[in-house]
């Protein structure tokens, strides 16, 4: 079977893996992360010249735990979009300096295709037919898997503002919580009493789009509740705030998540992204998906933030349907739409 | 030698492969096209092997231009240069852009230079030369009328932002009386330089930039690209109220 090696630098993380017939070989990551903490989010320009430095060191990387040479790797998969302009660049640059001098096929992948594929390294194959909730710093998705290697997706609904993530970073910083937000957040919330603020949960009334997301009026609520309190001279519970925050976000993307696995007939829920990392949203689709009869599937943590294994993995399942590679000469799409889980 | 060697530094996306023994360039692809260097470059490649009927395992050393240039495509370089280098086994070294287009520019010139490229933001990336190409500078980013004030022989006054690199000291050699480069032909007037001569880099000019390293068997460069400006990102103070 062939050996995949995936490429993934669409964000502030440099990527590979290695996964043959849906096996992580081995894997390797660099982030650029704490370069970006003083701006409070990622800065395109910092994360791409920190990819070029990574990028071949990762490779020799997942090789290495892999027990792997080059010449062992059949097939190369990279990310090509969506992402940041100047960092897809250099995993493409690279990924195709590779596919040439091995001469192996070169497969461009969706990002979000990878975040769904991920959890195939970690539960085997996905079921003939699921939904997928992709939520990171970047996206926020409910889809509709049949088989990612071939099936066109179906989007059912997307974040209309901000991604979960964003408001997470954005939140933090208005409480005064270290970038990145999202960990930050998890671990003063797990001392804040989460319904000690109503915050509110968008697009959640009667008449209101079912699976559409918008994260900004949540933020702008607590930004609000912090201002007023700090106008009065009040001190800020950080802590309530953040459980209270936290609890709304993932009230709404589990409410929303499950009510489409219950229309749409899916037995299995796979929740990915860097926000699957918060544990109250883990806990809470636990929770509904438990008391409905759905199968809940979320992949370990390091598999939930971006990485080269779940790009690797949609190579494999590629490969492995015999789909078309792409064209040497392909261009990045940073602001694609995921239809397909190949972009070539 | 048989030695690859790449540029992405510039709006001209180049590959080649050269004889540094013959001083000969046996194969190169060039496409000028400053928003197609990922697109491009490793097609470029394969396209010269397979003219020459080589394999990439012919090839005894890779040689990149290390800019300056405009950042995203001349990492472009930078990455499948590492990349090339390390897939097959070979030794990288990195030739800095300016240099190369230097050497070109000597073989038509006896007399020191000025070499500048587009900078983009209104500003060239240069540096001076002698009659032979070796670098009497080291490479500098400015507008191009700052740089014809610091050539007339005065310290420009600089506002707030980005400062530019190489004239915040007077000039101390003889002001050059020719330019080359696509910086210097897109800014002819404001540099002051109504002749000057568009040259791009070659692969030879890159392989022969960096021919002492290869000789010698030097260790492989690090991967630096010479960036000369910081990200233009700026630290948040404070939030903004969002309170009526």
């Given at each position: 079977?062939?050996?995949?090696?995936?490429?993934?630098?669409?964000?502030?993380?440099?990527?590979?893996?290695?996964?043959?017939?849906?096996?992580?070989?081995?894997?390797?990551?660099?982030?650029?992360?704490?370069?970006?903490?003083?701006?409070?989010?990622?800065?395109?320009?910092?994360?791409?010249?920190?990819?070029?430095q990574?990028?071949?060191?990762?490779?020799?990387?997942?090789?290495?735990?892999?027990?792997?040479?080059?010449?062992?790797?059949g097939?190369?998969?990279?990310?090509?979009?969506?992402?940041?302009?100047s960092?897809?660049?250099?995993?493409?640059?690279?990924?195709?300096?590779?596919?040439?001098?091995?001469?192996?096929?070169?497969?461009?992948?969706?990002?979000?295709?990878?975040?769904?594929?991920?959890?195939?390294?970690?539960?085997?194959?996905?079921?003939?037919?699921?939904?997928?909730?992709?939520?990171?710093?970047?996206?926020?998705?409910?889809?509709?898997?049949?088989?990612?290697?071939?099936?066109?997706i179906?989007?059912?609904?997307d974040?209309?503002?901000?991604?979960?993530?964003?408001?997470?970073?954005?939140?933090?910083?208005?409480?005064?919580?270290?970038?990145p937000?999202?960990?930050?957040?998890?671990?003063?919330?797990?001392?804040?009493?989460?319904?000690?603020?109503?915050?509110?949960?968008?697009?959640?009334g009667?008449?209101?789009?079912?699976?559409?997301f918008?994260?900004?009026?949540?933020?702008?609520?607590v930004?609000?509740?912090?201002?007023?309190?700090?106008?009065?001279?009040?001190?800020?519970?950080?802590?309530?705030?953040?459980?209270?925050?936290?609890?709304?976000?993932?009230?709404?993307?589990?409410?929303?998540?499950?009510?489409?696995?219950?229309?749409?007939?899916?037995?299995?829920?796979?929740?990915?992204?860097?926000?699957?990392?918060?544990?109250?949203?883990?806990?809470?689709?636990?929770?509904?998906?438990?008391?409905?009869?759905?199968?809940?599937?979320?992949?370990?943590?390091?598999?939930?933030?971006?990485?080269?294994?779940?790009?690797?993995?949609?190579?494999?399942?590629?490969?492995?349907?015999g789909?078309?590679?792409?064209?040497?000469?392909?261009?990045?799409?940073?602001?694609?739409?995921?239809?397909?889980?190949?972009?070539? | 030698?048989?030695?690859?060697?790449?540029?992405?530094?510039?709006?001209?996306?180049?590959?080649?492969?050269?004889?540094?023994?013959?001083?000969?360039?046996?194969?190169?692809?060039?496409?000028?096209?400053?928003?197609?260097?990922?697109?491009?470059?490793?097609?470029?490649?394969?396209?010269?092997?397979?003219?020459?009927?080589?394999?990439?395992?012919?090839?005894?050393?890779?040689?990149?231009?290390?800019?300056?240039?405009?950042?995203?495509?001349?990492?472009?370089?930078?990455?499948?240069?590492?990349?090339?280098?390390?897939?097959?086994?070979?030794?990288?070294?990195?030739?800095?852009?300016?240099d190369?287009?230097?050497?070109?520019?000597?073989?038509?010139?006896?007399?020191?230079?000025?070499?500048a490229?587009?900078?983009?933001?209104?500003?060239?990336?240069?540096?001076?030369?002698?009659?032979?190409?070796?670098?009497?500078?080291?490479?500098?980013?400015?507008?191009?009328?700052?740089?014809?004030?610091?050539?007339?022989?005065?310290?420009?006054?600089?506002?707030?932002?980005?400062?530019?690199?190489?004239?915040?000291?007077?000039?101390?050699?003889?002001?050059?009386?020719?330019?080359?480069?696509?910086?210097?032909?897109?800014?002819?007037?404001?540099?002051?330089?109504?002749?000057?001569?568009?040259?791009?880099?070659?692969?030879?000019?890159?392989?022969?930039?960096?021919?002492?390293?290869?000789?010698?068997?030097?260790?492989?460069?690090?991967?630096?690209?010479?960036?000369?400006?910081?990200?233009?990102?700026?630290?948040?103070?404070?939030?903004?109220?969002?309170?009526?």
């Amino acid at each position: 079977m062939t050996i995949v090696m995936g490429i993934e630098t669409s964000c502030d993380e440099t990527g590979v893996g290695l996964v043959q017939d849906g096996k992580l070989l081995g894997d390797a990551l660099a982030s650029s992360m704490a370069e970006h903490a003083i701006f409070g989010g990622v800065v395109p320009e910092i994360a791409a010249r920190a990819h070029l430095q990574a990028i071949v060191p990762c490779v020799q990387q997942a090789l290495h735990k892999a027990d792997l040479d080059l010449r062992d790797v059949g097939a190369i998969a990279v990310t090509t979009g969506p992402g940041l302009a100047s960092s897809l660049q250099i995993g493409m640059a690279a990924a195709k300096a590779y596919a040439v001098t091995l001469g192996v096929p070169l497969f461009a992948v969706h990002h979000l295709a990878g975040h769904a594929a991920a959890d195939t390294l970690a539960h085997g194959p996905l079921p003939a037919q699921c939904v997928a909730l992709i939520v990171s710093g970047g996206h926020t998705s409910l889809l509709t898997l049949r088989d990612l290697a071939v099936d066109r997706i179906n989007h059912i609904g997307d974040t209309r503002d901000d991604a979960a993530g964003e408001a997470f970073d954005k939140v933090a910083r208005i409480l005064g919580l270290p970038y990145p937000g999202g960990p930050s957040i998890d671990a003063a919330a797990a001392k804040g009493d989460p319904h000690a603020f109503k915050f509110p949960r968008a697009l959640t009334g009667p008449g209101q789009p079912k699976y559409a997301f918008s994260f900004s009026g949540l933020k702008t609520a607590v930004a609000r509740t912090v201002e007023k309190m700090q106008l009065k001279g009040q001190p800020v519970p950080v802590e309530d705030i953040a459980a209270s925050f936290q609890e709304a976000v993932a009230d709404v993307l589990t409410s929303k998540a499950i009510l489409a696995c219950q229309e749409y007939g899916a037995a299995e829920l796979i929740v990915v992204g860097g926000v699957a990392a918060n544990s109250r949203v883990r806990a809470l689709a636990q929770e509904r998906c438990d008391a409905v009869g759905v199968e809940l599937r979320v992949p370990p943590i390091r598999l939930c933030t971006d990485n080269g294994a779940m790009i690797a993995a949609v190579g494999d399942l590629l490969v492995r349907a015999g789909a078309k590679p792409a064209s040497l000469n392909i261009s990045t799409t940073p602001s694609v739409q995921l239809e397909y889980a190949s972009l070539a | 030698m048989v030695i690859l060697a790449l540029d992405t530094a510039t709006a001209v996306v180049t590959a080649g492969i050269v004889d540094l023994e013959t001083s000969r360039t046996l194969a190169s692809r060039a496409t000028p096209d400053a928003h197609k260097h990922a697109e491009v470059l490793s097609s470029h490649v394969r396209d010269c092997l397979n003219e020459l009927s080589l394999a990439f395992t012919d090839i005894e050393a890779v040689v990149v231009g290390a800019g300056p240039g405009p950042f995203t495509g001349l990492r472009v370089g930078m990455a499948s240069g590492a990349v090339f280098a390390n897939a097959l086994g070979r030794p990288l070294y990195t030739a800095c852009t300016l240099d190369a287009i230097a050497l070109t520019a000597a073989t038509e010139l006896n007399e020191p230079f000025l070499v500048a490229t587009d900078a983009r933001r209104r500003e060239v990336y240069w540096s001076i030369h002698s009659a032979t190409g070796a670098p009497l500078t080291s490479p500098g980013v400015a507008k191009p009328s700052y740089l014809r004030t610091w050539l007339d022989g005065d310290v420009p006054d600089i506002g707030p932002g980005q400062p530019p690199v190489g004239i915040d000291q007077p000039i101390s050699m003889s002001v050059p009386r020719k330019a080359v480069g696509a910086g210097a032909v897109l800014h002819a007037d404001s540099l002051g330089y109504a002749d000057a001569m568009a040259v791009d880099p070659m692969p030879l000019a890159l392989a022969q930039v960096a021919a002492a390293k290869i000789a010698a068997k030097a260790p492989n460069d690090a991967l630096t690209p010479l960036y000369l400006r910081r990200p233009d990102a700026v630290a948040p103070n404070g939030n903004k109220s969002v309170l009526p």
